[in-house]
């Protein structure tokens, strides 16, 4: 390896493109709250590796979901909200189903319009 103008010799396993701070391992943002590291546990990759099965911990992942894949006060149709869902896994469906079940992503009645819960 060569030194760089500056005089140092770059060192391969520094990534220059380093994330920020408050970014977790997976791309997604920590959530502010706490949790950041549970959260980002539970993902290789930038995907999810398993929902967990446990209530507390599958309610720690969908506020982060809630918080880092949808705007507060935009409208998404369901196409939109299954293809932020499917950045992270495969089982959109439930992804989405745990969301308004725990009343982190409203749905009119019609199923045509989401919407992240305040």
Excluded: C, W
């Excluded at 520094?14 to 549970?38: C, I, K, V, Y």
Aim: aromatic share 6%; charged share 25%.
């Amino acid at each position: 390896m060569s030194a760089n103008t500056t005089g140092h010799t770059p060192d391969p396993d520094h990534n220059a493109l380093e994330a920020p701070e408050n970014t977790t391992t997976s791309g997604t943002r920590e959530n502010p709250s706490g949790g950041g590291q549970a959260v980002a546990s539970l993902f290789s990759h930038g995907r999810l590796t398993a929902i967990p099965r446990k209530a507390a911990r599958r309610e720690q992942l969908l506020v982060h979901l809630k918080e880092t894949l949808f705007e507060p006060g935009r409208q998404y149709t369901e196409r939109e909200v299954n293809e932020a869902l499917l950045t992270v896994h495969d089982d959109f469906p439930a992804l989405r189903r745990y969301l308004i079940t725990a009343g982190l992503l409203t749905r009119t009645r019609d199923g045509a319009s989401y919407q992240r819960a305040a």
